[in-house]
């Protein structure tokens, strides 16, 4: 029968008791407006506070449940008996202000909904009901068939409510998470909490950053709102809500007309509205009073739900799921609204363009055309801003359209912020009669811009041009897509400075290879060499024929087995130097033995028997004898000009398994050997002995025909 304080930054120290209840407790709840003070609601009917400051027979029966009112304008509390009734009390003058019956069976909870004005309760008759906490009159009853309600928790950042039942817990949304609000069009902001009316006035700010914004209270509304509008002239402010509206001044918000109605719509003179009744009654009033020639009839049509369909006829449809409109303004012939994937788009034209994702919801509160802004505002009421040009806005409807004078009319209005935006919108778009791209490049001040389209227009001059005015660090990546470009459009020397400009050797050595530029693969090699780009310099010389300098590079990188067997086919008289090479590296390393197993030319000639003296001879320059049938050498073939070598051959030890593949003939020619792997006039010579050396070491019979 007592209440205990605990204090858990003391080890959970217990710090205070409370007594004086006769019976069991059944809730605690603090007041928001003074921490240091609680009301408990127990089973003997009364309810009391911590110290005992005053105790209430709040109920004929036990008492289930208390909770204070959340706002500062009434001292308000709530409370729950077994005499199935909820009771508002006044705990300052202590009387009771409301009884509210319609449960069947005892309510076991009441709460006032922070943010919406209405009192939750649940019962031990399975059913949740929803209070209005102005005229404490039943808005709705909820039943889930889940047996007794229990306990409710209120989320305050949206509204959410959650229910426990004896059989589960119910989690329900109540009313709308945005946020009541109107602007006129100077930019001053009305909105409301709960029934406080604030206002403020709006500001410039870079785009999508928040707007700091003086907010001070202009009065209160005797209804809440659940909707706001200002006059066009910004004179009058409506107030929609509880079925009622209510008309105010703007500056002293003070009390002008009032009536019935659910929707309320002012026309573009400000002194006609439209105020709708119900679904099939509609009121229209000028200078506050009711014009007699107005209502809404439609005769043979019915009216449903979503209104008259034949009143409309629809333009287009976007059926995009993330494109569903959560608020939307018309500004003009261009419709700006938010969508439920929180994008700020506007639509005009056909199309749709998205101005700036959000990371949560946004709410459009208007346009103000001095600012070139839009204005949103999340639920909180954060309010950013967002540049849109009108001005842009007619020049893209223009262009899609197809009138380009008219477009061509407005372009020298834009501003300059808003060009780099208008070209991409042209970079977008097809016209069977303009180029846009073109008028996309004279347009955009932006020079990343200007280079990609410059590109796509083949214009490499323009490229170029922007290319040599960046700072090096960008201009490499600029030089590279200068050079791919000029290969397509055939442009080799102008792709061959700017692989040069980009530093890419990969590219520039096959622009060289394809080119026939010995010279210029000479300076690849050496450069490719200076950048460490040693397997790129290897190719190079390789493709060159250059042996001996392939040879030299891979020694110098410590590649010296890699050395000795490129050497060992293709530039023998380099063998002694590269195993003397091999030989010391593996000495260093102790590693003696195995640098002993390597074979030297000098010492161990038996190994380097087949066809070694010939091909050291060829490297020379002499004679060589070919199976003792012929003597030729280099220079013979050179003055020959020898086209087409035959090998006729025949091995003894493929007589056995393979006579038929080896008895026939070959026709070798060098020219096409020469075309199939890019070779040069002086790789000929080479491939032909190349072949003549391994024919030989097969124990293949050479005879060679000279055909010029």
């Not at 004896?166 to 109540?174: A, M, R």
């Not at 950053?209 to 004179?235: D, M, Q, V, Y």
């Not at 994937?341 to 506007?346: A, F, K």
């Amino acid at each position: 029968m007592t209440i205990k304080a605990w204090d858990w930054d003391k080890q959970w120290k217990c710090i205070q008791v409370y007594e004086g209840h006769t019976h069991y407790i059944m809730n605690i709840t603090f007041n928001p407006k003074d921490s240091n003070t609680f009301a408990s609601a127990y089973l003997d009917r009364s309810l009391a506070s911590p110290t005992a400051n005053f105790t209430m027979d709040a109920h004929d029966k036990g008492v289930n449940h208390v909770d204070f009112y959340p706002g500062s304008d009434k001292p308000y509390l709530i409370t729950t008996g077994d005499d199935r009734t909820i009771k508002i009390w006044d705990y300052l003058s202590k009387s009771c202000v409301q009884t509210m019956a319609g449960h069947t069976n005892n309510p076991s909870l009441a709460v006032f909904h922070p943010n919406l004005p209405i009192i939750i309760s649940g019962s031990e008759d399975s059913t949740v009901k929803i209070w209005n906490s102005n005229t404490y009159r039943l808005d709705n009853t909820l039943s889930y068939a889940l047996e007794r309600a229990w306990c409710v928790s209120l989320r305050r950042d949206t509204n959410e409510v959650a229910v426990g039942f004896d059989e589960g817990i119910v989690v329900i949304k109540l009313g709308r998470d945005g946020p009541t609000y109107s602007m006129d069009p100077s930019g001053k902001l009305i909105y409301t909490k709960n029934q406080v009316v604030l206002s403020g006035n709006l500001a410039t700010a870079a785009d999508g950053n928040r707007i700091p914004l003086s907010i001070k209270e202009i009065g209160t509304t005797e209804i809440f709102a659940t909707a706001l509008l200002h006059s066009p002239n910004g004179r009058f402010v409506t107030v929609v809500g509880d079925g009622e509206y209510i008309i105010y001044t703007a500056l002293a918000w003070r009390n002008k007309v009032f009536g019935s109605g659910t929707g309320f719509a002012w026309a573009g003179d400000s002194n006609t509205y439209a105020v709708l009744e119900s679904k099939v009654k509609l009121r229209v009033f000028k200078n506050f009073k009711e014009r007699g020639d107005a209502g809404m009839k439609k005769e043979g049509v019915e009216i449903t739900d979503e209104g008259v369909e034949e009143a409309f006829d629809v333009v287009v449809e976007i059926s995009d799921r993330q494109a569903i409109v959560k608020t939307a303004k018309w500004i003009g012939d261009c419709f700006i609204y938010t969508t439920a994937g929180n994008r700020l788009n506007y639509f005009v034209g056909n199309e749709s363009y998205t101005i700036s994702p959000s990371d949560t919801s946004m709410f459009i509160l208007g346009y103000i055309p001095a600012h070139n802004q839009v204005y949103l505002a999340d639920k909180d009421m954060n309010i950013f801003g967002y540049s849109l040009s009108l001005s842009v806005v007619e020049y893209q409807t223009a262009v899609l359209r197809g009138d380009m004078d008219s477009a061509a009319e407005i372009l020298p209005t834009l501003p300059k912020e808003q060009l780099n935006k208008v070209a991409r919108f042209l970079e977008g778009r097809a016209n069977p009669s303009v180029d846009l791209k073109e008028l996309a490049l004279q347009v955009t001040t932006d020079p990343d811009h200007q280079f990609d389209l410059s590109l796509q227009l083949d214009d490499l001059d323009t490229a170029v041009k922007i290319a040599r005015s960046v700072l090096e660090p960008e201009a490499e990546t600029k030089w590279k897509a200068i050079g791919d470009r000029a290969l397509m459009v055939w442009r080799f020397d102008l792709a061959r400075e700017a692989f040069e400009k980009a530093g890419d050797l990969n590219a520039l050595m096959l622009l060289l290879l394809s080119t026939g530029d010995r010279e210029g693969l000479q300076k690849l090699a050496a450069t490719a060499e200076k950048k460490g780009a040693n397997n790129l310099a290897f190719a190079t010389l390789f493709q060159l024929g250059d042996a001996k300098p392939c040879v030299d590079l891979l020694v110098k990188t410590n590649r010296a087995p890699e050395a000795a067997l490129f050497a060992r086919t293709y530039a023998p008289s380099e063998v002694p130097k590269v195993v003397d090479v091999w030989r010391d590296e593996l000495r260093t390393k102790n590693k003696g033995k195995i640098a002993w197993s390597i074979a030297h030319p000098s010492e161990h000639a038996e190994l380097f028997e087949e066809g070694w003296e010939e091909a050291l001879v060829r490297k020379a320059g002499g004679p060589v004898d070919v199976n003792g049938d012929y003597d030729i050498s280099l220079n013979s073939l050179r003055a020959n000009s020898c086209n087409h070598l035959t090998f006729g051959y025949r091995s003894s030890f493929a007589e056995a398994t393979h006579r038929n593949r080896f008895r026939r003939e070959h026709r070798l020619s060098t020219k096409l050997l020469a075309k199939q792997f890019h070779l040069y006039e002086g790789h000929k010579l080479t491939v032909v002995t190349y072949g003549i050396t391994i024919m030989k070491r097969l124990g293949v019979k050479v005879i060679i025909r000279h055909k010029v």
